[in-house]
């Protein structure tokens, strides 16, 4: 069901989960966004040690800090105060939003949730569970945010998502996998072409999506979502990088490496990806970034 303006505006409100100060960050020609899957943050494990955890802490945040983001989009994120802690390593970086997804077998919180943190002045910042579809109904959900673009009434969308994984113990449970991380993507898009013309009608100059989608165009899977995301308007970053200068997910004893990560853009030209190593100490995945050139406009009146 579509949502209609009013009942949007509604929604969006009880959804909000933090507005960040509105204090510009520093203004720049180009917004670096860095996506990162960063395995379990903070230990690496489910049940880690306090001293597991403040080991893992210590080496993201010196790993952030030589990144140097406008824009973190993160997945596997324990808490608030974890990421908050994190962020707190690189000046003017302030967390916006953590989602707090329950666990669909006990209903307690699940200690991998979705975070952005952002330099940019943040006018919302929500997280929000996937809808029951027709036949499925997705695990986890979104967490997004509202940036605006410094002397600009303008906003950039960003989105940060973390899909169903591959576990399957057959081809029954594999094409269920496929199967949701479509219906994921699918009402994804449906979610940001309302927040363009509906909330923030006319103020969009672009949307970003990241995060660990789980799949890959490289005929390992049998979903369609990069397909869909680029026949809904997107911009594949990975889209001219050689598989081996993208294998985002560092792979194990089992399975070879492999992109599971990826940054999507709308409207902000066909910027290209690029993959930074990191430590593998910090997290099975690897981090990478998008530098995106900010649309040149005017700060005008709004209603």
């Not at 081809?171 to 509906?198: G, I, K, P």
């Not at 997290?283 to 998008?290: A, G, I, N, T, Y």
Request: with cysteine; proline share 6%.
């Amino acid at each position: 069901m579509r949502l209609t303006p009013l009942r949007l505006v509604i929604f969006a409100a009880a959804a909000l989960v933090f507005i960040a100060p509105a204090t510009a960050a520093e203004a720049s020609s180009t917004i670096k966004v860095v996506c990162w899957n960063i395995e379990w943050f903070p230990g690496k494990f489910r049940a880690a040690t306090p001293d597991q955890a403040a080991a893992h802490m210590k080496l993201v945040q010196s790993a952030i800090r030589d990144i140097n983001p406008d824009v973190l989009l993160a997945q596997e994120v324990g808490s608030w105060q974890a990421f908050a802690d994190l962020v707190s390593a690189v000046p003017g970086l302030q967390p916006a939003v953590v989602s707090a997804f329950s666990s669909e077998q006990t209903g307690e919180y699940w200690p991998q949730q979705l975070a952005i943190g952002t330099k940019l002045p943040v006018l919302a910042a929500w997280s929000e569970p996937w809808k029951a579809g027709e036949t499925i109904t997705p695990r986890r959900g979104f967490s997004a945010i509202a940036a605006q673009l410094p002397d600009s009434n303008q906003v950039i969308l960003f989105y940060s998502v973390h899909l169903k994984s591959n576990r399957s113990n057959n081809d029954a449970e594999a094409q269920l996998n496929f199967d949701t991380r479509d219906e994921s993507v699918r009402q994804l898009l449906q979610h940001a072409n309302e927040m363009e013309s509906v909330m923030f009608k006319d103020r969009v100059a672009g949307v970003v999506v990241g995060g660990d989608f789980n799949t890959n165009n490289d005929g390992q899977f049998g979903d369609s979502v990069i397909r869909t995301m680029e026949e809904g308007g997107f911009h594949n970053a990975w889209e001219k990088t050689p598989r081996a200068e993208r294998l985002t997910w560092r792979g194990d004893e089992r399975f070879e490496a492999t992109t599971f990560d990826f940054m999507f853009t709308k409207g902000l030209g066909t910027p290209q990806a690029k993959l930074l190593e990191g430590s593998g100490d910090c997290s099975d995945h690897r981090p990478f970034v998008l530098e995106i050139d900010t649309p040149k406009t005017t700060r005008t009146s709004t209603p």
